[in-house]
């Protein structure tokens, strides 16, 4: 099934496209809109959504034709992560994502929505888009309130969650704030049953696990967009979210023979998670074709995770004990600066600068109980307290040229350094610079039909936890702090083809190939203070002396092809009906740092696809449709295994919805409905993968976490 069902899936939805463009016309426009298109901008009134029945931007955003909201790239600078959607031309001061913020606005408030291509995006920063679009609220002579809530309960297993939110809107001539209050009160349980073989192949255990997770938060989220003169527009963006987060997990462990063999007990809490953040920008402009805009980004997160581990005898004795205590705190602090000049009707140039503060601050003292004496003793793990520090800046350039109405190039260029400082367990400085140039150009041969290809150079985000060593008891699994992680960079390239069908169908194929330096992956570590004692003196590859931490393991290559298309099936005799097609395939090529031998990238899938239906019926005030998703497999590389990851039949998901009850929209949703498996496949060697090392045995997990039932009720006031 897997890869070629979604390839014969695609290519009935391009044989249905092409049936669909030739049986359907597009209804008669008037000469304004047809200039609007001709312009690279198609403008969606509200009643193009109403057979929807929207309560929120996103829902409208969402069944844009051929428009996949994106909520931005991991990429290091506020400027490079942002995402593919604007509200009144604007982009939030957050690096929250776009799809949150669109669930907070009411339908109702919304003018209408645009679509622009990027060669028609004008002063508008595209950020490396082929388009973008632009919600754009309704304006206000006097004050104008609205309320928009939603509630939702979830049934899975043997437990009720519950999720119930309320965005309150305020709004005049010159000022808008919106208001969000969220309550979440989650569960979910998955058992997994694990078949552990000796070399041989021979069955050794059966091992039942159990694993319960409640999740509880409170949400509150504030924006506020002022214009206090024609020139000046203010935005403030804020954000509390205390929480709590709890996972308990047994095993169960028995011989092939059905003798209970061990029990195993995990008890992991995250205590007082606190997540802030205060953000905004305010900016002026000095004409139509000179403004500039500052914009200030904090955030900051404090959490303390407690775990108890511990292990029992078939009788009931404990056997061991461990304890993981750890503090943690993590901040951003961002400023950015940008000038934007039209000196022509052909440019439009950007100047940015950007500065930025980033820390992790991590504690973690660990424990072992002692069976003679009862006591618990400190254990030292390398790399446990730890405080990393960057601070990064950069400046950027860019020039959008519009050399015709047919053809636009973007020209960019950011170059950008930083210091990271290590103190602690680990204590280094680094410095690093990085170039980033880019390069895209936008060919419209004709209306509806767009051609784009960039050439850009990326630097990942780095993730600081990284820095710092982690545990897994219940796996067994230790990756140790590296504090000479660099980020990964690469050359991308990619080539799209769009055409748009009638007014609600489209279609996209996206091609892509990624050089990478530096390409961060798992690799072996050998900390410098175990190297002069033996046994790592005459054995440097013994389990005493290496360890798996995150690294660089050198260049690598990724490419694919991607596969995109909007089908509206009134053609084939289903009245407002639309499916949607997503697939892709992609390869991977780096060079095992243990083995040397070739392989694909840790953690990429061979492809992914889903087929998405649904299916609108105004006369009876009701919708119906659902998804059906596959992905493929992917593999991880540790010092001593090798783990390959899987999943079942795919994921089937189904709902019903009805707006019959007056301002309220009522959905049923069932989720999950095959209850797909995900498998986990773990393969150890002894010592280790380096050469030499021997095949020792496998672990396969088969996890399932059962169908979700959900009832959403929402609506607006």
């Known amino acids: 099934m897997g890869w070629k069902t979604g390839t014969f899936l695609a290519a009935a939805s391009i044989a249905a496209l092409a049936q669909a463009a030739e049986s359907q016309q597009a209804p008669a426009q008037t000469p304004q809109q047809a200039a609007a298109e001709t312009e690279g901008v198609r403008k969606f009134e509200p009643s193009f959504f109403a057979r929807y029945a929207p309560v929120t931007a996103w829902d409208m955003v969402r069944q844009l034709p051929g428009f996949s909201i994106n909520n931005g790239d991991s990429l290091r600078g506020f400027g490079a992560t942002a995402g593919n959607v604007l509200i009144d031309g604007q982009r939030p001061s957050s ?46 002579q006097q004050l104008q309130t609205s309320h928009n809530w939603r509630g939702d309960v979830l049934w ?87 929480r709590l987060f709890t996972t308990r997990t047994g095993q169960l462990r028995f011989t092939p023979a059905g003798a209970l063999n061990r029990v195993t007990a995990d008890d992991y809490t995250e205590k007082d998670i606190l997540h802030a953040e205060l953000g905004g920008d305010w ?10 805009k500052g914009i200030l980004v ?38 950015r600066g940008v000038w934007t000049l039209k000196p022509n009707d052909a440019h439009v140039v950007e100047f940015g600068i950007e500065g930025a503060f980033n820390y992790l601050d991590q504690h973690r003292a660990t424990a072992a ?62 410095d690093f610079s990085y170039p980033k140039p880019s390069i895209t150009a936008t060919w419209t041969p004709s209306k509806g039909e767009q051609i784009r290809a960039s050439v850009e150079r990326t630097v990942a985000q780095l993730s600081f936890s990284e820095f710092a060593s982690n545990v897994v008891p219940l796996q067994g699994l230790l990756t140790i702090g590296n504090p000479d992680l660099k980020p990964q960079q690469a050359w991308e390239g990619n080539l799209q083809w769009k055409h748009a069908v009638g007014d609600r169908g489209s279609i996209s194929l996206t091609g892509y190939y990624h050089q990478i330096d530096d390409t961060q992956d798992l690799i072996p570590i050998r900390p410098a203070q175990l190297q002069t004692a033996p046994p790592c003196t005459t054995n440097p590859n013994d389990n005493a002396c290496v360890f798996t931490a995150a690294g660089n393991i050198g260049d690598g290559e990724r490419y694919g092809v991607r596969l995109e298309t909007t089908t509206p099936l009134d053609f084939a005799g289903i009245k407002g009906g639309v499916l949607k097609i997503f697939a892709e395939a992609r390869d991977s090529k780096v060079t095992d740092p243990i083995t040397g031998v070739e392989r694909r990238i840790a953690n990429q899938g061979a492809y992914d696809w889903n087929v998405d239906f649904r299916q609108d ?88 976490t059962g169908p979700i039932y959900g009832l959403t009720v929402s609506g607006t006031f």
């Open 369 to 430: 109980l002692n069976l003679g004496t009862g006591l618990f003793v400190p254990q030292t793990l390398p790399v446990a307290t730890t405080r990393v520090e960057e601070l990064r800046g950069e400046a950027s350039v860019n020039d959008t040229w519009r050399m015709s109405p047919a053809f636009t190039l973007e020209l960019g260029f950011t170059y950008e350094a930083s210091t990271i400082t290590q103190t602690g367990d680990a204590e280094q400085e680094r």
């Open 95 to 140: 690096k929250n994502a776009i799809s949150d913020e669109l669930q907070r606005i009411a339908a109702r408030d919304v003018a209408h929505i645009d679509l622009i291509a990027a060669a028609a995006a004008g002063d508008v920063d595209v950020r490396g888009y082929t388009e973008l679009a632009n919600v754009v609220l309704k304006p206000a």
């Open 298 to 335: 904090n955030r900051a997160v404090t959490w303390r995770p407690q775990e108890f581990f511990e292990t029992f005898s078939a009788a009931g004795a404990r056997t061991s004990a461990s304890t993981f205590n750890t503090e943690l705190k993590t901040g951003e602090h961002v400023a």
């Open 617 to 704: 019926i105004p006369d009876w005030k009701l919708a119906w449709g659902g998804d059906y998703s596959f992905s493929g497999n992917s593999e991880a590389f540790r010092l001593n295994e090798q783990q390959v990851r899987a999943f079942g039949s795919g994921d089937l998901d189904f709902f019903i919805e009805t707006t019959a009850v007056k301002g309220m929209t009522i959905r049923f949703s069932a989720d999950n409905i095959g209850d797909m498996p995900r498998y986990l496949d773990r393969r150890f060697f002894t010592q280790n993968r380096f050469p030499g090392g021997l095949f020792s045995g496998s672990e396969y997990r088969e996890s399932v």
């Open 156 to 242: 899975q297993g043997e437990r009720i969650s519950v999720r119930v939110g309320d965005t309150m809107s305020w709004k005049t001539k010159d000022l808008g704030i919106r208001l969000n209050i969220q309550g979440t009160d989650q569960g979910q349980r998955q058992e997994t049953e694990i078949l552990n073989r000796d070399a041989a192949g021979n069955l050794t255990f059966i091992t039942n696990e159990f694993n319960q997770q409640v999740f509880g938060e409170l949400l509150i989220n504030a924006t506020v967009n002022w214009t206090p003169t024609p020139q000046d527009t203010v935005n403030f963006t804020g954000r509390l979210m205390p």
């Open 283 to 292: 900016e002026h402009k000095f004409s139509a074709q000179n403004s500039v």
